[in-house]
């Protein structure tokens, strides 16, 4: 770009460029966002899948949007950001029509990003999950209260949104390894294998691994991060509420769009750049 300079140069403008981006804005930085799709967003982004003529979102389904700071930190909501919070939060319906319903046992203050316990919610839970095994509903029970009692929740989001620990730094693994709540064999189990070793229901087992794909994605054989398998087990019965974003996904980025456009910040598309650049060459070729 001859005719233009930025303090930083950002290739590729999915959230989490975005939100970078605005954190560089605030601290007076001018931040050019190249793509080489025409719109921000990455995987916020809406794509024709899986068949010809079948628009939907790739990656992002529900989303915990809430957790991060630069919702609250640049008020996103008044660059049109809209969420809404459905009180269940994740269902598995299995073929002999019975269903596992499960709500946010947290209730979110959109304007703080406070969270507040909602023990009512967890009752109906375990009811739900009892209806398909007494003795996994225990098991969840007993890990809603390690939970509670060890705020491993709490640690893990906050592991979720922290950047890797330092060498001199405690490390949160080797912490909650110590406590001896968790199975030494865990870390070096599939998810798949995770949920044989939790539950005695096909239901709950089912319901485990389909987690693991709404998750992170991963499927029933990938080993995955202990956190994240943690995060997971203490999701079972409840946990984190999801929230929509109201006109789609992309909507999250287009707030983050609006928001770093008025601190002076460009998107540029490079299809977009080329195209145009090539269409100048053509022109000028024409003289
Ligand atoms: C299957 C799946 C399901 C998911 N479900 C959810 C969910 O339900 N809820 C949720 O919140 N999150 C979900 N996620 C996670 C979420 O989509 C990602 O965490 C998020 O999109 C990551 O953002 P990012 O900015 O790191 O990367 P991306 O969103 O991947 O953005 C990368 C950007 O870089 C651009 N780019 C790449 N190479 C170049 C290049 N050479 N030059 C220029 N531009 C380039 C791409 O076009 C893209 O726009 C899911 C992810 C997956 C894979």
């Not at 300079?5 to 050019?32: C, E, F, P, Q, W």
């Not at 693994?173 to 001896?180: K, L, Q, R, V, W």
């Not at 994605?217 to 994240?228: A, D, E, I």
């Amino acid at each position: 770009m001859p005719d233009k300079s930025y303090d930083a140069v950002i290739v590729g403008g999915g959230s989490n460029a975005l939100v970078t981006a605005l954190y560089l804005a605030r601290n007076g930085m001018k931040v050019g966002i190249f793509d080489r799709r025409y719109e921000v967003g990455g995987e916020f982004c809406s794509d024709e899948l899986p068949s010809p003529g079948f628009i939907m979102n790739t990656c992002a389904t529900f989303i915990r949007f809430f957790l991060c700071p630069a919702l609250y930190d640049f008020n996103l909501r008044q660059y049109g950001l809209q969420l809404v919070m459905p009180e269940p939060s994740q269902s598995v319906i299995f073929d002999d029509e019975s269903a596992i319903v499960i709500y946010g046992t947290k209730k979110v203050d959109l304007e703080t990003g406070k969270m507040t316990p909602v023990p009512e919610h967890l009752e109906k839970n375990l009811k739900s999950i009892a209806d398909q095994s007494v003795q996994d509903a225990d098991t969840c029970a007993k890990w809603a209260n390690i939970f509670r009692e060890k705020g491993l929740g709490e640690k893990i989001e906050k592991w979720l949104y922290t950047p890797p620990t330092l060498e001199n730094e405690k490390v949160l693994i080797d912490e909650i390894m110590a406590t001896g709540d968790v199975d030494p064999r865990w870390p070096y189990m599939s998810i798949g294998e995770l949920a044989y070793d939790l539950f005695e229901s096909d239901a709950m087992r089912s319901y485990f691994m389909r987690l693991g794909q709404g998750h992170t994605g991963s499927y029933p054989m990938t080993v995955q991060n202990l956190m994240f398998n943690l995060h997971q087990v203490g999701s079972m019965a409840g946990g984190l509420p999801v929230s929509i974003s109201v006109g789609g996904t992309h909507n999250m980025a287009h707030a983050m769009q609006k928001a770093l456009s008025s601190m002076g910040s460009d998107f540029l598309s490079i299809v977009k750049l080329i195209r145009s650049s090539w269409k100048m060459e053509k022109r000028q070729a024409l003289f």
